[in-house]
């Protein structure tokens, strides 16, 4: 294998300008790993977005082949764990960051990020699933470690057709909550409902005109994904003993905000990561995604697959904040 060529997107410092393009490559090109993978998805985040743009904040280190996610068979390994042939899944780590990742048909890792597919999910519903649905099934985990358990909790989910934000949406109506609020920009109704949610409302109609250090109580449970000034909104709606995740910063990274809610309410903020989750964590969620998520409800989200000279036009959507659920490179 190692004279064969394949393809990947390629990030590149060219003078002092970062330009991305499918080339052909080697496995001279990949990173060092135990475990080289012929890849069949990698579903594109805001991340990888980021990672094709001067000062994304992404990548440190050119060039380098982006993709936060990858799906496929394991060609070559050293591992005792899994074998060739088998299907697995990976998310995160360094994976399209430090180390090159998923927008490549061969990707070589470290034996501990790979996770097996687990069984009741195909190839494309992991792909669509992605870091996006590991980070919105972390967020209800890390909600219900902190309260929620009623299935009429008031719940908001920020960033609603986004990947986090519409999987999340999926994930909950199939975990049985019935009272579902999406939060978007995008008058995209029909998508959100048939998602799961039970309302939806538009950001115009959400921001107060001013953000009052306390208001009217209106969620129990926030899982949000944007940040910035609709999360400060957010804050002094939460309802007495109430939780909040916040994973994304689509709205920006500041966050003003007082005291109040959280010494008059008692509400907790939760800071979720599922990048540098430990692996028995990841696999225990995609456990968790195959034994619960209703696959019809994950199939609305109607994941569009594009082959990989199509990237760099997709991800132009992804930022500017136009584009909606997940798109899937197909290799
Ligand atoms: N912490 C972690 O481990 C982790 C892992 C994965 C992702 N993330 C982060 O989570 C966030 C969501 O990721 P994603 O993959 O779901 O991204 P995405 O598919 O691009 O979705 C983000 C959504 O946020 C909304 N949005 C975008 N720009 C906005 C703006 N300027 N103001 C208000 N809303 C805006 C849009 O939804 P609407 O149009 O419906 O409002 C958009 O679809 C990103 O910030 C990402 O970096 C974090």
């Given at each position: 294998?190692?004279?064969?060529?394949?393809?990947a997107?390629?990030v590149?410092?060219?003078?002092?300008?970062?330009?991305?393009?499918?080339?052909?490559?080697?496995?001279?090109?990949?990173?060092?790993?135990?475990?080289?993978?012929?890849?069949?998805y990698?579903g594109?985040?805001?991340?990888d977005a980021?990672?094709?743009?001067?000062?994304?904040?992404?990548?440190?280190?050119?060039?380098?082949?982006?993709?936060?996610?990858a799906?496929?068979?394991?060609?070559?390994?050293?591992?005792?764990s899994?074998?060739?042939?088998?299907?697995?899944?990976?998310?995160?780590?360094g994976?399209?960051?430090?180390?090159?990742?998923?927008?490549?048909?061969?990707?070589?890792?470290?034996?501990?990020?790979?996770?097996?597919l687990?069984?009741?999910?195909?190839?494309?519903?992991?792909?669509?699933?992605?870091?996006?649905?590991?980070?919105?099934?972390?967020?209800?985990?890390e909600?219900?470690?902190?309260?929620?358990?009623?299935?009429k909790a008031?719940?908001l989910?920020?960033?609603?057709?986004?990947?986090?934000?519409?999987?999340?949406?999926?994930?909950?109506?199939?975990?049985?909550?019935?009272?579902?609020?999406?939060?978007?920009?995008?008058?995209n109704?029909?998508?959100?409902?048939?998602?799961?949610?039970?309302?939806?409302?538009?950001?115009?109609?959400?921001?107060?005109?001013?953000?009052?250090?306390?208001?009217?109580q209106?969620?129990?449970?926030?899982?949000d994904?944007?940040?910035?000034?609709v999360?400060?909104?957010?804050?002094?709606?939460?309802?007495?003993?109430?939780?909040?995740?916040?994973?994304g910063n689509?709205?920006?990274?500041?966050l003003?905000?007082?005291?109040?809610?959280?010494?008059?309410?008692?509400?907790?903020?939760?800071?979720?990561d599922?990048v540098?989750?430990?692996?028995?964590k990841?696999?225990?969620?995609?456990?968790?995604?195959?034994?619960?998520?209703?696959?019809?409800?994950?199939?609305?989200?109607?994941?569009?697959?594009?082959?990989?000279?199509?990237?760099?036009?997709?991800?132009?959507?992804?930022?500017e904040?136009?584009?909606?659920?997940?798109?899937?490179?197909?290799?």
């Amino acid at each position: 294998m190692t004279n064969e060529t394949f393809r990947a997107l390629v990030v590149e410092e060219v003078n002092e300008e970062i330009q991305a393009g499918v080339k052909a490559c080697t496995l001279e090109d990949l990173s060092a790993g135990d475990t080289l993978i012929k890849t069949s998805y990698s579903g594109i985040n805001y991340k990888d977005a980021l990672a094709t743009i001067k000062n994304g904040g992404v990548i440190r280190s050119y060039p380098m082949i982006p993709g936060v996610d990858a799906v496929g068979e394991v060609m070559e390994t050293t591992s005792d764990s899994f074998k060739k042939g088998d299907k697995v899944v990976i998310t995160g780590n360094g994976l399209g960051v430090s180390h090159t990742g998923g927008f490549s048909e061969i990707v070589r890792i470290p034996n501990e990020w790979v996770v097996k597919l687990p069984e009741g999910l195909t190839e494309k519903e992991a792909a669509t699933i992605g870091t996006a649905g590991i980070t919105a099934v972390e967020s209800i985990n890390e909600l219900e470690r902190n309260g929620l358990s009623d299935k009429k909790a008031r719940i908001l989910v920020t960033g609603a057709t986004g990947g986090v934000g519409s999987i999340a949406i999926a994930m909950l109506k199939s975990l049985g909550y019935e009272n579902i609020t999406a939060l978007s920009r995008k008058k995209n109704e029909d998508f959100l409902y048939a998602l799961g949610a039970t309302k939806v409302i538009s950001l115009d109609e959400f921001m107060p005109e001013k953000i009052k250090p306390l208001q009217k109580q209106e969620y129990d449970f926030v899982l949000d994904t944007i940040g910035g000034k609709v999360l400060s909104a957010i804050l002094p709606q939460i309802n007495y003993g109430g939780a909040i995740t916040l994973c994304g910063n689509a709205s920006g990274i500041k966050l003003e905000t007082t005291v109040l809610p959280f010494i008059l309410r008692g509400i907790k903020m939760l800071g979720v990561d599922s990048v540098q989750l430990p692996n028995e964590k990841k696999e225990a969620i995609w456990e968790r995604i195959a034994n619960e998520l209703d696959k019809e409800r994950l199939s609305t989200i109607g994941a569009v697959e594009e082959p990989i000279d199509r990237i760099e036009e997709i991800v132009t959507h992804l930022l500017e904040g136009t584009h909606s659920g997940r798109t899937l490179i197909k290799m």
